[in-house]
């Protein structure tokens, strides 16, 4: 997780997991040889524009087991668990720099791209 959010330290991460989990927010990862290779952070939500979904907050390949096929598999298995759980959609937001990131969602996974998402820091 560290390589995705850079900006938390260990002590501002527990904090703000142990917050998220009480809103529905759990952990996937997928390991190899005992080694977490790929990790995503999901929950059901529901709004009018995605119904019934799961949101994937976070999502990251470590760097060294990048292009072996590890996200993919986490997240097919997060849409087989999406599915399972009622889910209409998967969705995700991701920084507009992560070209890679839009490229495999968008031509490998088949994802559309049909929104942009803003903020304002109060």
């Known amino acids: ?3 995705l959010r850079t900006d938390l330290t260990e002590v501002s991460y527990l904090k703000l997991f142990q917050e998220m989990k009480k809103d529905g927010y759990q952990l996937f ?3 190899i ?3 977490i290779v790929s990790l995503a952070g999901i929950a059901m939500r ?3 524009y995605n119904k019934r979904h ?3 907050y976070d999502l990251i390949t470590s760097s060294s087991h990048r292009s072996k096929g590890y996200g993919e598999r986490l997240l097919n ?3 087989t668990f999406a599915k399972e759980s009622g889910a209409e959609y998967v ?3 991701s920084g507009l720099n992560r070209v890679e990131a839009h490229r495999f969602y ?3 996974l088949d994802y559309d791209k049909w929104c942009y998402s803003f903020r304002k820091k109060i």
């Open 77 to 79: 298995f997060i849409h």
């Open 33 to 35: 040889e005992n080694e």
């Open 29 to 31: 990862a997928l390991s």
């Open 46 to 48: 529901v709004n009018f």
């Open 54 to 56: 799961i949101y994937i």
């Open 1 to 3: 997780m560290n390589q």
């Open 106 to 108: 968008e031509e490998k």
């Open 91 to 93: 969705a995700l937001e």
